[in-house]
């Protein structure tokens, strides 16, 4: 098989087309959340959204490993292995997104806060640390059920 040939099938492979999709799509819509809810849009903030930023509605990371697992079990079948592995691991990322990534975020911005403060009352200098955003219990849900409907609608419409 050629190298064409191969970009080609994986460009036809539902499996691969469901799981691209549904982050493609997920993007698209966290921009669209990102442009109806915040007053003062900035250009590069949107740009960073659509390409980059984690966080928001919905959640690409639930969106993409839902799509994922869900087209695997589609064509592997739920007994699989490959299904069980894709099924682990969207339950690790969902799991994390929610709980871990989240916590983090929020001591991250209680660390700047202390430090802002501290840096005002003592005059010496803070260096911020970078707050990640996780996501909330509704934006995985979201994201999640997107990513299944995407896979669904893909493999059924391929097939």
Known sequence: MTAAAAIKSLFLNPIFLSTVSSLC????LKLVFYLITTKNK?????IETMIWRTGGMPSSHSSTVCALATSVGVYEGITSTYFIISLVFAMVVLR??????RA???Q??????LGKQSAKLTGLDFNSVKEIQGHTPL???VGALL?????????????
């Not at 994390?96 to 990534?101: C, E, I, L, P, T």
């Open 147 to 159: 990513g299944i409907l995407i896979a669904i609608t893909i493999c059924f419409l391929i097939n």
């Open 42 to 46: 900035k250009k590069w903030e949107a």
């Open 104 to 106: 983090a975020g929020l």
């Open 25 to 28: 799509i997920a993007q698209a």
């Open 108 to 113: 991250a911005k209680a660390i700047n806060n």
């Open 96 to 101: 994390d997104s929610v709980g871990v990534r």
């Open 139 to 141: 934006e995985v849900l």
